[in-house]
T-cell receptor, first 111, second 118 residues
Framework: SQQGEEDPQALSIQEGENATMNCSYK?????LQWYRQNSGRGLVHLIL?????REKHSGRLRVTLDTSKKSSSLLITASRAADTASYFC???????????FGKGTMLLVSP | GAVVSQHPSRVICKSGTSVKIECRSL??????MFWYRQFPKQSLMLMAT?????????EQGVEKDKFLINHASLTLSTLTVTSAHPEDSSFYIC??????????????FGQGTRLTVV
């Protein structure tokens, strides 16, 4: 079964607004990663957060991790039309294990 | 970040023929590569783990004889869809693993291959 489950499945916002996506998982993890996928393309790694970290920033991205609730959130601030894509969380049970992907959130940012 | 090149990006083939998809790590050596399949608007499903110099490890339900994986060098893995049928039509994505430090790895993905079997 899928380890990660994102919500919402789809999110539609206006440029300039913030977008928040959530990811829940079932088992203990070593790290959680967020990826972005433009339609019909491969995945681009956005950010990795380790199990002993609670928050991480990268540019307009902010990721939080709550291991007690087995959940993570990805916040994109001041969104742009170019942020339109699908966003996936992926969990790793160990530092070297394979990644298990969630179902993703489709983000649409309208100009 | 590191670059993984996947080729071709699109391919249309006739039922019964075989199709080879290549995945190359351009600026790093990848002892492990992964092959995923993605259906429209769905997540990535891991098909197999490709290890350089050894046999691939397939996920449950993935036919080894249908999806042949070869990882002959540290920079190249290939996926061959043999005797393709329309139900094999899908988006196939490879990724290569880079060891960032002693504890964590990072995966870099190819651009994906859209396979259409007619």
């Amino acid at each position: 079964s899928q380890q990660g489950e994102e919500d919402p499945q789809a999110l539609s916002i206006q440029e300039g607004e913030n977008a928040t996506m959530n990811c829940s998982y079932k088992t203990s993890i070593n790290n959680l990663q967020w990826y972005r996928q433009n339609s019909g393309r491969g995945l681009v790694h956005l950010i990795l957060i380790r199990s002993n970290e609670r928050e991480k920033h990268s540019g307009r991205l902010r990721v939080t991790l709550d291991t007690s609730k087995k959940s993570s959130s990805l916040l994109i601030t001041a969104s742009r039309a170019a942020d339109t894509a699908s966003y996936f969380c992926a969990t790793a049970l160990s530092g070297y294990s394979t990644l298990t992907f969630g179902k993703g959130t489709m983000l649409l940012v309208s100009p | 970040g590191a670059v993984v090149s996947q080729h071709p990006s699109r391919v249309i083939c006739k039922s019964g023929t075989s199709v080879k998809i290549e995945c190359r790590s351009l600026d790093f050596q990848a002892t492990t590569m992964f092959w995923y399949r993605q259906f429209p608007k769905q997540s990535l499903m891991l098909m197999a783990t490709s290890n350089e110099g050894s046999k691939a490890t397939y996920e449950q339900g993935v036919e080894k004889d249908k999806f042949l994986i070869n990882h002959a060098s540290l920079t190249l893995s290939t996926l061959t869809v043999t005797s393709a049928h329309p139900e094999d039509s899908s988006f196939y994505i490879c990724s290569a693993r880079m060891y960032r430090d002693r504890e964590h790895t990072e995966a870099f993905f190819g651009q994906g291959t859209r396979l259409t079997v007619v």
